[in-house]
């Protein structure tokens, strides 16, 4: 039998708004636990929520990238549950009326591009952080991130395999960071997303019951967690037993998931609209505003490198896939006349070592100056392109200047053609056999003259010159 | 000389004629106090700061419209630094971080607060038998109820402790007792004062206002109470009047709406010859009765305790032992944290009402009840808005009676829930409504409701004042007419 997987994919974005959804707190990551908390965040008897609408400026922006209905009204409800780190007993939430609907996204799959729809993205408020293994047989609470604003994007049931969801988070978290609404950062937990898989038989219109995955944080696990879902699920019906509708908390030391609770045990959350809060209005001019000042999106300036800039298409999209690549080409771009060279940098080596050691650009000691010099130097003669990788190499480890390295290591390429031509005469003088050979018409031996030069020169030399004159002289 | 029964009004002429001191009147405030500790009107004093602030006015006199009158604070309000404990068992150890926006207009405007009033706990209750600090007794027979939920304030008021109290009103918390207590007592349209610092019952339909003995002195009170709070999102940017201004406008060609739905029939005869006494009193006065229609208004009682303990059950989910109030010992997990620290500490009541909202608002009920109430809510308002562009105020009788005694409406909830029958209505549509006494029936006073359109408390504050300047039941004291 063969079978279909339907996931859809409840995605959590931290705005990075400074201060929090409904009260003047931090939002900053990191502070000692219970700093950033006032009397709202600690849902003190007698407190009101007061909206923050720089959340709802860049919830805005992130329906108006998605192509949504942005809902100029909307409001807020209350999510009932008790729990330590929910200080008020209740999550602010946007039940009935989201400020983000039916939006869509365009994933690139195996299968090519695929347009997925966002059913809705509204805003919530955080909670705090249960600490369980801090104190002995206690369980502390952190209150700092409670009242953090969060996005929920909320895809339709339309993805149809684990990697598909992987690419289809990612391209949000690529839209996100590049709208500047949220930092995308997975380790901190700016970006989490809780999955609903469900499978049917190959062709069957009919959904199948779904499991909740919660709270996954890594793309990797994202993928290993569908993965393991689909596989139990299969199993399960294939043993004549049905999947029930629960939430299954994915466990990645084993690679399983596992129920957390089914949907007769789950919270009832009581909605209702939320008494403090009256709805939210968003006028035409702020909706206008936001609209003339939303950035540049990965697409267009995919398409902008190609047209304007003349790049290969797969260098632009290599370029414009995350924002620090754009931002390190564009600022790279603007200290040197030879922007072509910055991008097959940037797609060549650069990507290789941002490979290598698994990071993004904005976290390597590379700064888009010293970049731009580095190419400067290149396209300038200073150094060949072979010194450069070296150059390069060093500004890697330790973020040194790339003109005091090229001083200080004596890196300054060879122009001068009369002691090129010296050095290449003394090659060929002690080199008879290998001349005779090259003559009678062993081409490929060229390269060894070329090696010669360029050892004698350590590697110094400029490679065309000694092309130029190594073909004169060995005529 | 004696502040004793005495108006703000009053006063305020004594200290600017320096007939007495402010530490004088703060002191004689706290004698009384322990003269009347049988009232039990009183959860936590403030004696000290109380009377440092006045000695402080003393030296350096000030010219705030209320500097130096003693006010009573409903224990609802948080008070930076001094005990808030909402009459509940499970605050009685709260001491707020922070104060009231009501309570900082109060004191900027020169109030001292010299201790924080009984209530019934979160002001659910329409008696004060709810208090986990017991009962507070009505100056006019100890073992009559002072009414609720702003109970204490109305019994320290009533007893002429203090010339003025703060209240809270959520379905007739500041008119009920005032009318049980002979005093007089506004609860201004929804959003005109800060909710910032009141603990919550319901929100949608909570409001502060002022308890005087007088319409004059609540105007006094009303002025500084209300402002346009960025705190909170419901507060009204709208203009303040100067309440006091329009206070002495004949009442001339004016319309009084009488409601011709009121079922007064189950009221006592005495009960309802108060309240048409009344009404001719405003005809003499020049006013004119006009009858109108409110055809939901019988639906008011039904849909408030639906709406009320909705949102009190959401409200009152923060009171779980985690963070602050009282936390029950030695839970074995969790759960038992959360069920023993509620159970020990809510009372009765308040279970009920968090019962009966969980309930309405529980999945698959929730189109039924709370949707359903929000509609008739709406329905209702819009019977007013009708109501009103004919009339200037509608005239009610506050309560059904007069006091009841202690202990004989408690096991009957429904008999409780009936005391707001004329009051609720002005909550759900958030409109602005008085009580003042307009009679006294077995030496127990009562009151007559005003209720006005929409942010116009200016109106009935005139309509109580040029009745006050006509008759004396606010002169009416425990003690005799003063």
């Given at each position: 039998?063969?079978?279909?997987t339907?996931i859809?994919?409840?995605?959590?974005?931290?705005?990075?708004?400074?201060?929090?959804?409904?009260?003047?707190?931090?939002?900053?990551?990191?502070?000692?636990?219970?700093?950033?908390?006032?009397?709202?965040?600690?849902?003190?008897?007698?407190?009101?929520?007061?909206?923050?609408?720089?959340?709802?400026?860049?919830?805005?922006?992130?329906?108006?990238?998605?192509?949504?209905?942005?809902?100029?009204?909307?409001?807020?409800?209350?999510?009932?549950?008790?729990?330590?780190?929910?200080?008020?007993?209740?999550?602010?939430?946007?039940?009935?009326?989201?400020?983000?609907?039916?939006?869509?996204?365009k994933v690139l799959t195996d299968e090519g591009e695929k347009l997925i729809?966002?059913?809705?993205?509204?805003?919530?408020?955080?909670?705090?952080?249960?600490?369980?293994?801090?104190?002995?047989?206690?369980?502390?609470?952190?209150?700092?991130?409670?009242?953090?604003?969060?996005?929920?994007?909320?895809?339709?049931?339309?993805i149809s395999s684990a990697k598909e969801a992987v690419a289809y988070f990612k391209a949000?978290?690529?839209?996100?960071?590049?709208?500047?609404?949220?930092?995308?950062?997975?380790?901190?937990?700016?970006?989490?997303?809780?999955?609903?898989?469900?499978?049917?038989?190959?062709?069957?219109?009919?959904?199948?019951?779904?499991?909740?995955?919660?709270?996954?944080?890594?793309f990797?696990?994202?993928e290993?967690?569908i993965n393991?879902?689909?596989?139990?699920?299969?199993?399960?019906?294939?043993?004549?037993?049905?999947?029930?509708?629960?939430?299954?908390?994915?466990?990645?030391?084993?690679?399983?998931?596992?129920?957390?609770?089914?949907?007769?045990?789950?919270?009832?959350?009581?909605?209702?609209?939320?008494?403090?809060?009256?709805?939210?209005?968003?006028?035409?001019?702020?909706?206008?505003?936001?609209?003339?000042?939303?950035?540049?999106?990965?697409?267009?300036?995919?398409?902008?490198?190609?047209?304007?800039?003349?790049?290969?298409?797969?260098?632009?999209k290599?370029?414009?896939?995350?924002?620090?690549?754009?931002?390190?080409?564009?600022?790279?771009?603007?200290?040197?006349?030879?922007?072509?060279?910055?991008?097959?940098?940037?797609?060549?080596?650069?990507?290789?070592?941002?490979?290598?050691?698994?990071?993004?650009?904005?976290?390597?000691?590379?700064?888009?100056?010293?970049?731009?010099?580095?190419?400067?130097?290149?396209?300038?003669?200073?150094?060949?392109?072979?010194?450069?990788?070296?150059?390069?190499?060093?500004?890697?480890?330790?973020?040194?200047?790339?003109?005091?390295?090229?001083?200080?290591?004596?890196?300054?390429?060879?122009?001068?053609?009369?002691?090129?031509?010296?050095?290449?005469?003394?090659?060929?003088?002690?080199?008879?056999?290998?001349?005779?050979?090259?003559?009678?018409?062993?081409?490929?031996?060229?390269?060894?003259?070329?090696?010669?030069?360029?050892?004698?020169?350590?590697?110094?030399?400029?490679?065309?010159?000694?092309?130029?004159?190594?073909?004169?002289?060995?005529? | 000389?004696?502040?004793?029964?005495?108006?703000?009004?009053?006063?305020?002429?004594?200290?600017?004629?320096?007939?007495?001191?402010?530490?004088?009147?703060?002191?004689?405030?706290?004698?009384?106090?322990?003269?009347?500790?049988?009232?039990?009107?009183?959860?936590?004093?403030?004696?000290?700061?109380?009377?440092?602030?006045?000695?402080?006015?003393?030296?350096?006199?000030?010219?705030?419209?209320?500097?130096?009158?003693?006010?009573?604070?409903?224990?609802?309000?948080?008070?930076?630094?001094?005990?808030?404990?909402?009459?509940?068992?499970?605050?009685?150890?709260?001491?707020?971080?922070?104060?009231?926006?009501?309570?900082?207009?109060?004191?900027?405007?020169?109030?001292?607060?010299?201790?924080?009033?009984?209530?019934?706990?979160?002001?659910?209750?329409?008696?004060?038998?709810?208090?986990?600090?017991?009962?507070?007794?009505?100056?006019?027979?100890?073992?009559?109820?002072?009414?609720?939920?702003?109970?204490?304030?109305?019994?320290?008021?009533?007893?002429?402790?203090?010339?003025?109290?703060?209240?809270?009103?959520?379905?007739?918390?500041?008119?009920?007792?005032?009318?049980?207590?002979?005093?007089?007592?506004?609860?201004?349209?929804?959003?005109?004062?800060?909710?910032?610092?009141?603990?919550?019952?319901?929100?949608?339909?909570?409001?502060?206002?002022?308890?005087?003995?007088?319409?004059?002195?609540?105007?006094?009170?009303?002025?500084?109470?209300?402002?346009?709070?960025?705190?909170?999102?419901?507060?009204?940017?709208?203009?303040?009047?100067?309440?006091?201004?329009?206070?002495?406008?004949?009442?001339?060609?004016?319309?009084?709406?009488?409601?011709?739905?009121?079922?007064?029939?189950?009221?006592?005869?005495?009960?309802?010859?108060?309240?048409?006494?009344?009404?001719?009193?405003?005809?003499?006065?020049?006013?004119?009765?006009?009858?109108?229609?409110?055809?939901?208004?019988?639906?008011?009682?039904?849909?408030?305790?639906?709406?009320?303990?909705?949102?009190?059950?959401?409200?009152?989910?923060?009171?779980?032992?985690?963070?602050?109030?009282?936390?029950?010992?030695?839970?074995?997990?969790?759960?038992?944290?959360?069920?023993?620290?509620?159970?020990?500490?809510?009372?009765?009541?308040?279970?009920?009402?968090?019962?009966?909202?969980?309930?309405?608002?529980?999945?698959?009920?929730?189109?039924?009840?709370?949707?359903?109430?929000?509609?008739?809510?709406?329905?209702?308002?819009?019977?007013?808005?009708?109501?009103?562009?004919?009339?200037?105020?509608?005239?009610?009788?506050?309560?059904?009676?007069?006091?009841?005694?202690?202990?004989?409406?408690?096991?009957?909830?429904?008999?409780?829930?009936?005391?707001?029958?004329?009051?609720?209505?002005?909550?759900?549509?958030?409109?602005?409504?008085?009580?003042?006494?307009?009679?006294?029936?077995?030496?127990?006073?009562?009151?007559?409701?005003?209720?006005?359109?929409?942010?116009?408390?200016?109106?009935?504050?005139?309509?109580?004042?040029?009745?006050?300047?006509?008759?004396?039941?606010?002169?009416?004291?425990?003690?005799?007419?003063?």
């Amino acid at each position: 039998m063969s079978w279909e997987t339907v996931i859809g994919l409840e995605i959590h974005a931290q705005l990075s708004t400074k201060s929090k959804l409904f009260s003047g707190g931090s939002t900053e990551f990191g502070a000692e636990s219970n700093t950033h908390v006032d009397l709202v965040d600690m849902g003190l008897p007698g407190v009101l929520p007061v909206v923050n609408k720089e959340a709802f400026y860049k919830a805005i922006r992130f329906g108006l990238a998605t192509g949504a209905e942005i809902n100029q009204v909307s409001s807020f409800d209350r999510k009932n549950y008790f729990y330590p780190d929910l200080p008020k007993g209740y999550q602010i939430t946007q039940m009935t009326k989201p400020i983000v609907e039916k939006g869509s996204i365009k994933v690139l799959t195996d299968e090519g591009e695929k347009l997925i729809n966002i059913t809705r993205a509204h805003l919530e408020e955080d909670a705090g952080k249960s600490i369980h293994d801090l104190f002995e047989g206690e369980t502390g609470v952190d209150l700092n991130r409670a009242g953090t604003p969060l996005l929920e994007i909320v895809s339709e049931p339309e993805i149809s395999s684990a990697k598909e969801a992987v690419a289809y988070f990612k391209a949000i978290r690529q839209l996100v960071t590049f709208l500047d609404i949220c930092d995308g950062n997975m380790a901190q937990g700016s970006m989490r997303c809780d999955v609903n898989v469900s499978i049917k038989k190959s062709g069957d219109k009919e959904l199948g019951t779904r499991a909740e995955l919660k709270n996954i944080n890594s793309f990797k696990f994202i993928e290993k967690a569908i993965n393991y879902e689909i596989e139990r699920q299969i199993r399960v019906i294939e043993n004549g037993e049905s999947v029930i509708q629960e939430t299954r908390l994915y466990d990645s030391d084993k690679n399983e998931t596992r129920s957390m609770r089914s949907k007769e045990e789950a919270n009832d959350y009581r909605y209702f609209p939320c008494p403090d809060l009256l709805p939210v209005v968003i006028s035409d001019k702020e909706l206008q505003e936001i609209r003339d000042n939303l950035p540049e999106l990965p697409e267009e300036k995919e398409s902008r490198y190609v047209s304007e800039i003349g790049l290969e298409e797969s260098e632009a999209k290599i370029i414009s896939s995350s924002k620090a690549m754009a931002n390190m080409f564009e600022e790279a771009s603007s200290k040197t006349d030879d922007i072509k060279l910055v991008a097959k940098w940037l797609v060549g080596d650069i990507s290789a070592l941002l490979n290598k050691y698994n990071i993004e650009i904005d976290e390597s000691n590379l700064s888009p100056e010293n970049f731009g010099k580095l190419i400067e130097r290149i396209s300038d003669n200073t150094i060949s392109g072979k010194i450069a990788k070296s150059v390069l190499e060093e500004v890697w480890d330790n973020g040194s200047d790339v003109d005091e390295i090229i001083q200080t290591k004596g890196l300054v390429q060879i122009q001068d053609e009369s002691l090129l031509e010296d050095i290449a005469r003394k090659v060929i003088d002690s080199n008879s056999d290998q001349v005779a050979a090259y003559r009678s018409g062993k081409d490929k031996l060229f390269g060894f003259f070329v090696g010669q030069v360029m050892k004698e020169t350590q590697g110094k030399a400029n490679p065309k010159s000694v092309n130029e004159i190594l073909k004169k002289l060995l005529k | 000389m004696t502040i004793k029964y005495k108006t703000i009004k009053e006063i305020k002429k004594m200290i600017s004629q320096k007939e007495i001191s402010n530490k004088e009147i703060v002191e004689e405030v706290y004698k009384l106090i322990d003269e009347n500790s049988d009232l039990n009107a009183f959860v936590t004093l403030n004696k000290d700061s109380s009377i440092k602030k006045a000695e402080d006015l003393d030296n350096n006199p000030s010219d705030s419209s209320l500097a130096g009158i003693p006010i009573a604070q409903k224990d609802l309000f948080c008070t930076k630094g001094i005990r808030t404990t909402c009459g509940s068992k499970i605050l009685d150890n709260f001491i707020p971080p922070y104060s009231a926006t009501v309570i900082e207009n109060l004191e900027n405007a020169g109030c001292i607060s010299v201790g924080k009033t009984n209530m019934d706990e979160f002001a659910m209750g329409s008696s004060n038998e709810t208090s986990f600090f017991g009962n507070v007794h009505n100056p006019w027979g100890e073992k009559l109820v002072p009414g609720g939920s702003s109970g204490g304030s109305a019994s320290a008021v009533a007893a002429g402790i203090v010339p003025a109290a703060s209240g809270t009103d959520t379905g007739g918390s500041i008119r009920q007792p005032a009318s049980l207590c002979g005093i007089t007592g506004i609860k201004p349209t929804y959003g005109r004062v800060s909710r910032w610092g009141m603990i919550a019952f319901a929100s949608s339909l909570d409001q502060a206002g002022p308890m005087a003995r007088t319409a004059e002195d609540c105007a006094l009170l009303l002025n500084e109470m209300c402002s346009h709070d960025i705190k909170d999102t419901t507060s009204l940017d709208e203009n303040i009047p100067n309440f006091e201004d329009s206070i002495n406008e004949p009442l001339k060609g004016k319309k009084v709406g009488v409601v011709k739905d009121l079922d007064l029939s189950s009221l006592d005869d005495d009960v309802i010859s108060v309240y048409e006494n009344s009404l001719q009193e405003f005809v003499s006065l020049g006013a004119e009765l006009v009858n109108i229609s409110l055809p939901n208004l019988s639906l008011s009682v039904p849909t408030y305790y639906v709406v009320a303990p909705a949102e009190c059950s959401s409200n009152l989910s923060r009171f779980d032992g985690v963070k602050f109030g009282r936390r029950s010992e030695n839970p074995k997990d969790l759960e038992e944290l959360y069920i023993q620290t509620r159970s020990e500490g809510f009372g009765d009541e308040v279970k009920r009402r968090i019962l009966i909202g969980s309930y309405v608002l529980s999945a698959g009920y929730y189109d039924a009840y709370y949707k359903k109430a929000q509609q008739v809510r709406r329905l209702i308002k819009k019977d007013f808005d009708e109501a009103f562009s004919d009339v200037d105020v509608i005239m009610t009788p506050t309560t059904r009676g007069p006091a009841f005694e202690i202990g004989s409406k408690v096991s009957d909830p429904i008999q409780m829930y009936l005391e707001d029958l004329f009051t609720i209505s002005a909550n759900l549509a958030g409109l602005p409504a008085m009580s003042l006494p307009n009679g006294n029936i077995d030496n127990r006073p009562i009151g007559l409701q005003i209720i006005g359109n929409f942010l116009d408390e200016s109106t009935i504050l005139n309509f109580g004042h040029m009745y006050q300047t006509k008759t004396n039941w606010h002169m009416f004291t425990p003690e005799g007419v003063k």
